[in-house]
């Protein structure tokens, strides 16, 4: 069954935005394409955008979305993005925004700002509209209870006395402010709020997909582990905070928690004794496993199963199976192989 909530897919080949070539920095600023990537793509990135007023703030982090380099050159290996560098777009699109088109995007602006204000404003109003008719259904509930214990006998003197201490005369009742109705904020004068926008395009036209443009350079051993992975239906993201290159997932990380600590290695790459002690330790202590994997020398393979490889369910070995089948038609990846390890403490 399809599910109600499944974001559209965004216009194919989408673009990504490479901040800089030097450090390898790759920005994803449309929602939707983020959404979508998530959702069908099983791709996380990392959220970056801060408040201006609070950017030393990291708990509420927001657009842009920054791809590991290994995400970025998975989409475009699939022909899903491309690269473009985002200071020479904005340096060559800006020359050919007019000035009339400047002030129409401008004035769109201002109008979804009052749009968002009037929205904003007529919501405070519905609160405090439900506020005063609670608070008037609670002061005639307790004019109903004083008044029901006035006709027991004897009460005529407490009714009058309490009547004279607690209920204002009519000269002393306070006067509630004059508030404009819900109806009267679609023609009031709200004020515009700032809309900033999270991409360029428009007013800018899209980013034209150059295919001189270099791929997104990774670490052929990284890479390898991440696509294998990647294709076994595992979410990835960054493993810094835990000392690992990848932090495995067997779902969305909002739902469940990481599996495996991964890292990457050479096929004939000698590793200390004293580095797998550690890392098995390390990934035992958070309740993971220590992963680590590499592309297997001079043998070219896309069979599943065997050695090495993930223990999975049958039901989800079919899956894979099925989608490393398909790949043998396309093109033969290398054949990862990866080995779990853990500590066993006496």
Known sequence: MPSSLASPTPNLPFPIFRISSALERYMLYDVDVITWLRKSRRILGVLIGTLPQIPQQNVFLGLP????????????????????????????????INPAQRD????????????????????????????????????????????????????????????????PS????????????????????VGAWSITTTRSYPPLPPPPNNPKTAPPEVNPSSYAIFKHLHNLLYFISPGLRFG????????????????????????????????????GRLGTGVKKG???????????????????DLNMSSSKMEVIGSERLRDKDSQADPRVRTFCIEWGGM
């Open 244 to 279: 690992c290159q990848f932090l495995i997932y067997p779902g969305d990380p909002l739902r469940f928690h990481s599996h495996f600590l991964a890292i990457s290695a050479d096929w004939n790459e000698e590793i200390n004794l004293v580095d797998l002690v550690g890392g």
């Open 65 to 96: 979305l920054e791809l590991q380099p290994e995400e970025a050159r998975l989409l475009v290996d699939e022909g899903s993005a491309y690269i473009v560098d985002d200071l020479e777009i904005h340096r060559n699109g800006l020359c050919l």
């Open 170 to 189: 009519p000269a002393q009742e306070p006067k509630l402010s004059s508030r404009p109705s819900v109806s009267s904020v679609h023609g009031s004068d």
């Open 290 to 308: 220590w992963l680590i994997g590499g592309v297997e020398k001079n043998l070219k393979s896309i069979e599943y199963g065997g050695d090495g």
């Open 104 to 167: 129409a995007f401008r004035q769109k602006l201002i109008k979804e700002g009052k749009e968002a204000a009037r929205a904003a404003e007529r919501k405070k109003q519905e609160r405090t509209e439900n506020a005063l008719k609670k608070l008037h259904q609670k002061e005639g509930a307790i004019a109903e209870g004083t008044t029901s214990a006035s006709t027991l006998p004897g009460s005529e003197i407490r009714a009058e006395e309490d009547e004279s201490l607690f209920i």
